[in-house]
Nanobody, 124 residues
Framework: QVSLVESGGGVVQTGDSLTLSCAASGYTMRRYAMGWFRQTPGKEREFVGAIDWSGDTTEYADSVKGRFTISRVIAKDTMDMQMTDLKPEDTGVYYC?????????????????WGQGTQVTVSS
């Protein structure tokens, strides 16, 4: 059974930094593209960033480009997202996702596996 567990969420102030982590179990992350999405009440889940299975390629939403950085350690089956210069509009529940993808990143919500989410709240 594939399982993704996010951690690292919390309440921070504008301009602060935070690192989210996603731990995978039940499978090896090799050949799985992974991504981060976020959602706020009343809105659809939106793409934040993604990384290919090798960790060589990343892509980010324009709203977080230059502030968020995704990395992964395949040997440890983990993926991190470093978030800097956080803004109130970054508030939301952040979800980790994974799907089989031999090449490239996946920027749409068509992931097979999802975590339960971790709350990030940025106060002004």
């Amino acid at each position: 059974q594939v399982s993704l567990v996010e951690s690292g969420g919390g309440v921070v102030q504008t301009g602060d930094s935070l690192t989210l982590s996603c731990a995978a179990s039940g499978y090896t992350m090799r050949r799985y593209a992974m991504g981060w999405f976020r959602q706020t009440p009343g809105k659809e889940r939106e793409f934040v960033g993604a990384i290919d299975w090798s960790g060589d390629t990343t892509e980010y939403a324009d709203s977080v480009k230059g502030r968020f950085t995704i990395s992964r350690v395949i040997a440890k089956d983990t993926m991190d997202m470093q978030m800097t210069d956080l803004k109130p509009e970054d508030t939301g529940v952040y979800y980790c996702a994974a799907t089989l993808a031999a090449t490239g990143v996946v920027v749409t919500p068509e992931y097979r596996y999802w975590g339960q989410g971790t709350q990030v709240t940025v106060s002004s």
